[in-house]
């Protein structure tokens, strides 16, 4: 079995999940609960700033309303955050499946309309969003500044049905998603 370590606290691996933007990210346990670990890497900015901005996005959110797990812990020393895990489907493969219902989207409706006041845009790639007791879960921290270009009536919806955009994901991605 492997393990890692999020600052004094050993957590063992139980599965990764598909890559992200920003990081990897693994389901690991402390032996009671589970738990996301998502391990930050570069690309515009260092490692040691995405896990900063992890943290500062998270209260963003969280201050916003947003609906996204718990931030549990942040070791800076490895790049490395730890959040609740939030166990239900992950939209894209609903998307895939079976398509959403409004209640949903509705939901998704309410969380841009939170982001966009408190300045932002969220990931509105449906990887992000988790499914869970019938509530939306956004388990992403990633953010950035509120455009209306990437906002989600002008580039997010085009992924939450069987849109010409998302035929063409699946064509050139196929239906591993990225998490």
């Not at 990210?25 to 490692?47: A, C, F, N, R």
């Not at 956004?138 to 997010?156: F, H, I, K, S």
Request: hydrophobic share 30%; aromatic share 12%.
């Amino acid at each position: 079995q492997v393990s890692m370590r999020v600052n004094d606290r050993e957590y063992t691996v139980i599965r990764p999940l598909p890559e992200g933007k920003t990081g990897l990210s693994w389901i690991v346990t402390d032996g009671q609960k589970q738990y996301v670990l998502k391990e930050s890497y570069g690309d515009l900015i260092t490692p040691e700033e995405q896990t900063r901005r992890q943290k500062l996005n998270y209260h963003q959110l969280e201050k916003a309303g947003i609906r996204i797990p718990a931030l549990v812990d942040v070791d800076y020393a490895r790049n490395r955050i730890l959040k609740e895990y939030i166990d239900g489907d992950n939209v894209f493969e609903l998307v895939l499946r079976r398509g959403l219902d409004d209640s949903i989207v509705l939901q998704l409706y309410d969380m841009s309309e939170k982001a966009e006041s408190a300045g932002c845009n969220i990931d509105y790639f449906p990887t992000n969003f988790v499914l869970k007791d019938g509530q939306l879960w956004y388990v992403d921290y990633d953010t950035d500044p509120y455009t209306e270009e990437w906002n989600l009536e002008n580039w997010g919806i085009r992924y939450w049905s069987r849109t010409p955009e998302l035929e063409l994901y699946l064509r050139e991605y196929g239906t591993e998603f990225a998490g």
